[in-house]
Antibody, heavy 120, light 109 residues
Framework: QVQLQESGPGLVKPSETLSLTCAVSGYSISSGYYWGWIRQPPGKGLEWIGSIYHSGSTYYNPSLKSRVTISVDTSKNQFSLKLSSVTAADTAVYYC?????????????WGQGTLVTVSS | EIVLTQSPGTLSLSPGERATLSCRASQSVSSSYLAWYQQKPGQAPRLLIY???SRATGIPDRFSGSGSGTDFTLTISRLEPEDFAVYYCQQYGSSPQITFGQGTRLEIK
């Protein structure tokens, strides 16, 4: 069974960089699929941030692209998100998910999510 | 950018009733690229339907999806107590490649 687990600081100061990692178990990232990040501000809807392939190929939401970097570490079977210059508007639950871009065209496995609050 | 608009915003029904949720796209979406998710409070979304009408693994057959072009529907044939949640549609398409609708809250009447 594919499982994903997000980790990282729960509090980030304004103007700093948010950094999160998603550890994958039950499936080798190197075997395929894209792997993505999605966020959900408190009480609001879902926003896709971007996705990465094991080769390092990425695609991002244009509205966040200038501030986002997604990377992958196949040796640790994990991928990471960096979001720079954060503001209070970036406060959200951040989810990682498997992005079946070329199959079901859907996000079929999700982590439980981690709340990141941007505040001084 | 393709915008997905879900209706109604809130749907109040009783267990045993039939639920019909709508997702309308601002431009035509390939049926292959339309999915539905269920989200309960404090939980991650769960994939229900992909390719507009294919049920994901382990999803009960009371959930069904249909539609094409710009109009898509999620139907729950007979509501169970555990079905009361928020439902999102999602499309793969042109930039941004993945977008979600704003959600429909299905609440107990």
């Amino acid at each position: 069974q594919v499982q994903l687990q997000e980790s990282g600081p729960g509090l980030v100061k304004p103007s700093e960089t948010l950094s999160l990692t998603c550890a994958v178990s039950g499936y080798s990232i190197s075997s395929g699929y894209y792997w993505g990040w999605i966020r959900q501000p408190p009480g609001k809807g879902l926003e896709w941030i971007g996705s990465i392939y094991h080769s390092g190929s990425t695609y991002y939401n244009p509205s966040l692209k200038s501030r986002v970097t997604i990377s992958v570490d196949t040796s640790k079977n994990q991928f990471s998100l960096k979001l720079s210059s954060v503001t209070a508007a970036d406060t959200a639950v951040y989810y990682c998910a498997r992005d079946d871009k070329f199959g079901a065209a859907a996000l079929d496995y999700w982590g439980q999510g981690t709340l990141v609050t941007v505040s001084s | 950018e393709i915008v997905l608009t879900q209706s109604p915003g809130t749907l109040s029904l009783s267990p045993g009733e039939r639920a019909t949720l709508s997702c309308r796209a601002s431009q035509s979406v390939s049926s292959s690229y339309l999915a539905w998710y269920q989200q309960k409070p404090g939980q991650a979304p769960r994939l229900l339907i992909y390719g507009a009408s294919s049920r994901a693994t382990g999803i009960p057959d009371r959930f069904s999806g249909s539609g094409s072009g710009t109009d898509f529907t999620l139907t729950i044939s007979r509501l169970e107590p555990e079905d009361f949640a928020v439902y999102y549609c999602q499309q793969y398409g042109s930039s941004p490649q993945i977008t979600f609708g704003q959600g429909t809250r299905l609440e107990i009447k």
